[in-house]
């Protein structure tokens, strides 16, 4: 009895020594896959959340997360804060040019491959522009984007789709107080969350 007993020890010791053998070459590969597609940025010199920043998504193989830059800066200028400026060829589905100007609430996709880069840019998702405290466009706005703003729900974001879809584009942000049920208090509570762009 006792020998049988100790066997059965002796493979649940095996068995998890081998599984913490197994951990700890993930944990160790993990870490080195990091340490070499990823480079941190060096110290940034803009970080402050503020109304007279832009809010610009960094995606890719170099750099990952949301940068709060000053207006004016164009695409090189965040290429030389990911200290990637020497870059030879850039490629680009968008005919993207890296004396482009950044907007705010884009989304820069930057993937290096020597010295070459594919770099794309589109605007945020509303969920993301949201949480980064940035309206959304009531113009291209969909049905699952309106009801994440505080006090729409989804009978007022169909309401809102079907104004702009029977009248077309919104010309100003008012004009959704046409709609039963958002009155001048209702609109002031909403005003933060949306603005009027294009399509």
């Given amino acids: 009895m006792k020998k049988g007993h100790k066997i059965i020890l002796t493979r649940i010791q095996l068995c998890g020594s081998v599984f913490v053998s197994f951990l700890a070459i993930i944990i160790s590969l993990s870490i080195f896959l990091y340490h070499e597609n990823f480079h941190t940025l060096p110290k940034i010199p803009y970080g402050d959340q503020s109304k007279d920043c832009m809010a610009v998504e960094i995606d890719g193989n170099v750099w990952k997360g949301v940068l709060f830059l000053p207006e004016g800066l164009r695409l090189n200028d965040l290429l030389k804060i990911m200290d990637i400026e020497n870059i030879s060829k850039i490629f680009s589905t968008r005919n993207i040019d890296a004396s482009m100007f950044l907007k705010d609430g884009s989304k820069i996709t930057v993937i290096r491959k020597c010295n070459d880069a594919f770099i794309d840019a589109e605007n945020l998702t509303a969920s993301t ?71």
Avoid: C, H, W
Avoid at 166 to 186: D, F, P, S
């Fill in 129 to 199: 522009r949201l949480v980064l405290k940035r309206p959304i466009n009531i113009n291209s706005a969909s049905l699952e984007d309106f009801v994440l703003v505080p006090g729409i729900g989804e009978k007022t974001a169909q309401k809102i789709i079907g104004l702009r879809n029977k009248q077309g584009k919104l010309k100003q942000l008012e004009e959704i107080m046409n709609i039963k049920g958002i009155k001048q208090k209702k609109f002031e509570k909403l005003r933060g969350y949306l603005y009027v762009g294009e399509i």
